[in-house]
């Protein structure tokens, strides 16, 4: 029996259910697919195919028991490096972790587990999760599936990348700023950042612990939707995590794709959807909204005015926090240890330079570096102070839009992928990725980027995102799946069927995803 790792993983855990296939099987097919065309892409930067395929084997004797562990028993995933894997490498796309083996699985990892969900492998990412497009990466950079010479978007490109060219059904990824929602946009992929406080940030290593929450990369709404219900809900051993079930997402994700908005008002958020973005991913956007009118939807216009000072506010709070939390990476206590060079018995102080020198790169010297300047006396008040007063603004804008609207809507990224190298010297065109993203963030409310289709002449895709209040992530469900529905039934599929693919020995786009995935044993 072959495989068809095009599918998504909701199709995979029926094909489980009923006995036409396994999970060994299914394991199999993407670790193919890993050796095939990660050479080129480089979504990974480990991967542990004994450990999946055992974990494989484990859920198709579960299965053969009768007792499946979850709907999800058995579907591959990979898992961002910034998450602590008991016994498999954890990195953060940093050298300062290199060789670092964390003794515990982060909370989300360990749901994965118990869920039964085999895991490939860990994904690349830009260094501490600071990027927007994987170049950061300490281990070199992850190539958008779509183009090998463009951006598979970040920090958390190598789970979007992963899933965008079917060498994982699903992945983890984390969120501070728009790292799962902004690969989703420019790979043609599904990325959810749920409630702040609705999914455990224990072991996952904090970049700015008041913004980060981990969230499901897929293929498909409802796939989105299943993963988020398996690594959702209350953790004890996160003092941040809300403590509320997770809720009926796949019901909610189910419910939209029957395709009926009515009595759903959308707002579109006015400084989100004008300037600054390039005109196909405008235009989809605006198709997009046509689409869910069609779909009963009531589209109303809001005004969110401190958005315009969200980016500001977050280069200030995220290196604040950024700054802080990686002063524990100090050469002591685990990780990469340098001596400095032809220094007779190093002080303390001398390894820890040495190390922080050579095991950081340049980014995120940079946000210590920020971030340790706005916290310094004198600059606290007028810097750090001032940042939080805007993101007590923007969680007041979002509460007054979302009493004119249930959900509220953007384009996810201003632009389609840009080209490897473009952006790397110019820090604040790179930060601008995360214009339409950030506010989510700073309001802690759920945000959903769903593919809007190809945006520009070189045929790349946009994202169509979709904003919650707190806690009504079912609704970025519902409404998304009802969007990708409309979208699906006017392309004739899903948008990656339109992906040019890469041929794995040129490592350039012409060979169909259907030839290099389809059918894979
Ligand atoms: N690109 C943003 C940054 O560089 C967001 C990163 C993230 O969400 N982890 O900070």
Known sequence: MTCNTRVSAAEIAGALARGETSSVEVTRAHLHNIERHDGAVHAYLHVDAEGALAQAAAADERRANGAP???????PIAVKDVLATSGLPTTCGSKILQGWVPPYDATVVARLKRAGLPILGKTNMDEFAMGSSTEH?????????????????????????AVASFQAPLALGTDTGGSIRQPGAVTGTVGMKPTYGGVS????????????????????????????????????????????????????????????????????????????????????????????????????????????HALAAYYLVMPAEASSNLAKFDAMRYGLRVLPEGVENPSAEEVMRATRDAGFGDEVK???????????????DAFYGQAQ??????????????????????????????????????????????????????????????????????GLPAGFQVLAPALADDRCYRVGAALEAALERKWGGPLLDKAPGLDPSTGSGQVKLDQRNGDAR
């Open 69 to 75: 562990a979850s709907a999800l028993d058995g579907v």
């Open 137 to 161: 990466s300490a281990y070199g950079p992850t190539r958008n599936p779509w183009d090998l010479d463009r951006i598979p978007g970040g920090s958390g490109g190598g789970s979007a990348a």
């Open 201 to 308: 940030r224990y072991g996952l290593v904090a970049m700015a612990n008041s913004l980060d929450q981990v969230g499901p990369v897929s293929r498909t709404v409802l796939d989105a939707a299943l993963l988020h219900e398996v690594i959702g809900g209350h953790d004890p051993l996160d003092s941040t995590s809300i403590d509320q079930p997770v809720g009926k997402l796949a019901d909610a994700a189910r419910r939209g794709a029957e395709g009926d908005l009515s009595g759903v008002r959308v707002g579109v958020i006015t400084e989100l959807s004008g300037e600054g973005y390039q005109a196909g991913v405008l235009a989809r956007f605006q198709e997009s909204l046509d689409l869910l009118v069609e779909a009963g939807a009531e589209v109303v216009e809001v005004s969110c005015p401190s958005f315009v």
């Open 366 to 380: 940079r946000r210590i570096i920020l971030g340790t300047y706005a916290l310094s006396s004198g600059y606290y």
């Open 389 to 458: 007063k805007v993101r007590t603004l923007i969680g007041r804008d979002f509460a007054a839009a979302f009493e004119t609207a249930d959900v509220l809507v953007s384009p996810t990224a201003p632009t389609t992928a840009f080209k490897l190298g473009e952006k790397l010297d110019d820090p604040i065109a790179m930060y601008l990725n995360d214009l339409a993203t950030i506010p989510a963030n700073l309001a802690g409310v759920p945000g959903i980027s769903i593919p809007s289709g190809l945006a520009d002449e070189d």
